[in-house]
């Protein structure tokens, strides 16, 4: 550790966990997996879940049944057809042969034991990729653009940035105890895909002239995120070369690590420290003390925001070669079909995998002469390029099948509900459905064009799950959280009334309006008043 803990002094004014992280790091832990493999589930002591967060595992729903949900840390989405494999066999072997693609573009397993660990961590160790860090009050897996380094609409190539960052952070005791999560991205899309505004810290694609050249880097931003208490993230008054990203992202996560606050939990991330010294206090004490004078802002090449999504046949900067988009329904696969994914991107290509944050997967660098062939393999007929319209933009969190915090199950509802609407609506545009099963939003509600958040209602029949609703989210230029709409809908319900929300849109749009601006133009008490009537024509 080469910090001094100044936060040590006030232990009376900690929180327990705060306390404890102060004699027993949260990668102490990586050493007692080898025993606990041996001796069994019972053997881990109560306080040492919390600690295994830090291996990127959580006691899986219910937690007496000693099953973990993993993590596999994919940085920015790079994977390899060889690391596919291994993690296909890592789920068939251990975890039932169910893969998830998570929202910061890491792989998840379920039905892990403790007696599967060494194993497991030996297999990704052998095709470098680790599930360490991606949990616990550290930095978590970098997210970006999935497409970098292929990318037409891109200003540089982020992946030996996202490299230097990995490597930086991971299992760097500097930062392993920080006040709470912390979540980094880096983009050079001109789309954002990066999510920046909901992020600790991010940077997005800039220019400024600097000696009379024009010179390419980043803008950067901090404080963001989700949550029951969510916070766009600031844009700091600064330009960033990309010599000099590794040294702001570190000062900015020291910073956190030193000023944070570590009280209360719910009150721990970065957004609530930016929240209070806003955004030009923020920057005065990162530059006094962690990394010096940085230049003034240059230009935004911020654009707009494509929300990750990626899916369909198009052309890569590189000249003969395309990318192809799949539609993952929900962000879930299965270990079959990861091995035939894996198999395709050799034949056709050079093996190469990318993983969304829309939860999709890339298949990168095909000849276009290639294309056509690969579009017939069958494991296309359901993880298709080219997926109805709104299949295509529902993104989930993984609800109450197997994460203890969620309320309602969720992946099997928004299915229900994005396979209703596509049988009964055509739709020129783009609609984005997010659904969580808890406040955590782990499934991104608050972006959502339409969100859902889980909840339970009391009927005669007795507690039944339901869903608040949420319109009108965006991130990128005039990025807003979406609104909630009063009242609550019971699951059985939700299709049918989401069906009538969004025929009121379709029927009521101008021609190619977006959902974010024709809620704007309407207005919430609108959509209220469809929810209302929607509802009722259901009793």
């Known amino acids: 550790m080469g910090y001094v803990a100044r936060w040590a002094d006030n232990k009376d004014k900690l929180s327990k966990f705060e306390i404890a992280k102060l004699s027993r790091d949260g990668l102490d832990v990586l050493a007692d997996i080898e025993k606990y493999a041996k001796e069994g589930f019972a053997s881990i002591p109560e306080s040492e879940f919390d600690l295994l967060k830090w291996a990127g595992v959580y006691l899986q729903k219910p937690k007496s049944d000693g099953f973990f949900l993993m993590r596999v840390r994919i940085p920015s989405g790079n994977l390899t057809s060889e690391q596919a494999r291994v993690l296909a066999g890592i789920s068939k072997d251990y975890g039932r042969e169910l893969v998830d693609i998570s929202t910061r573009q890491a792989i998840q397993f379920h039905w892990l034991q403790i007696e599967d660990f060494p194993d497991i961590f030996a297999r990704l160790d052998r095709v470098g990729l680790s599930s360490f860090e991606s949990c616990g009050d550290c930095p978590r897996t970098i997210i970006g653009n999935p497409l970098a380094g292929i990318d037409p609409n891109e200003l540089l190539d982020t992946r030996p940035l996202v490299a230097q960052l990995s490597e930086t952070f991971l299992l760097n005791r500097d930062f392993s105890n920080l006040p709470r999560k912390f979540k980094i991205s880096i983009s050079s899309n001109i789309n954002n895909p990066g999510h920046a505004e909901i992020n600790d810290i991010a940077f997005t694609p800039a220019v400024k002239i600097i000696d009379g050249k024009e010179v390419v880097g980043f803008h950067v931003w901090v404080g963001g995120g989700l949550s029951a208490k969510p916070f766009l993230a600031q844009q700091l008054d600064a330009f960033v070369t990309p010599e000099n990203v590794v040294k702001v992202a570190v000062g900015v996560t020291s910073l956190f690590r030193d000023y944070g606050y570590r009280e209360k939990r719910h009150q721990a991330r970065l957004k609530f420290l930016v929240n209070d010294w806003g955004a030009e206090k923020f920057k005065e004490k990162l530059v006094e003390e962690y990394v010096g004078e940085l230049p003034s802002r240059g230009e935004d090449k911020t654009i ?236």
């Not at 944050?357 to 296309?380: D, G, H, T, Y």
């Not at 994005?418 to 009964?424: G, I």
């Not at 029949?461 to 009108?472: C, L, Q, S, T, W």
Request: proline share 3%; charged share 25%; with cysteine.
């Open 304 to 539: 707009g925001w494509n929300a990750g999504n990626f899916t369909g046949v198009h052309g890569q900067k590189q000249e003969g070669l395309s990318y192809v988009g799949l539609s993952l329904p929900v962000g879930r696969f299965s270990a079959d079909e990861l091995l035939e994914l894996a198999r395709v991107s050799e034949e056709y290509g050079d093996g190469s995998l990318r993983t969304c944050n829309s939860q999709n997967i890339i298949i990168a660098n095909i000849p276009n002469e290639k294309v056509e062939n690969l579009l017939e393999e069958k494991v296309f007929q359901r993880l298709t390029p080219f997926p109805k319209k709104f299949t295509a933009f529902a993104v989930s969190c993984t609800g109450n099948e197997f994460c203890n915090l969620a309320i309602v199950e969720t992946k099997a509802r928004l299915n229900e509900v994005v396979n209703y609407l596509d049988e009964q609506l055509q739709l020129d545009v783009p609609l984005r459905l997010n659904m969580v099963g808890c406040p955590n939003s782990c499934g991104h509600r608050q972006i959502a064009d339409i969100g859902f958040q889980g909840s339970l209602l009391k009927t005669p029949e007795g507690m039944k799950d339901a869903f608040e609703i949420y319109i009108g989210g965006t991130l990128g230029p005039g990025a807003s959280f979406n609104k909630k709409l009063k009242g609550k809908v019971l699951g059985e319900d939700l299709k049918y009334v989401v069906h009538e929300l969004v025929q009121f849109f379709n029927e009521s749009k101008k021609e190619g309006e977006k959902f974010f601006d024709f809620a704007q133009r309407v207005g919430l008490e609108t959509f209220q008043e469809e929810l209302i009537k929607a509802q009722a024509a259901r009793q």
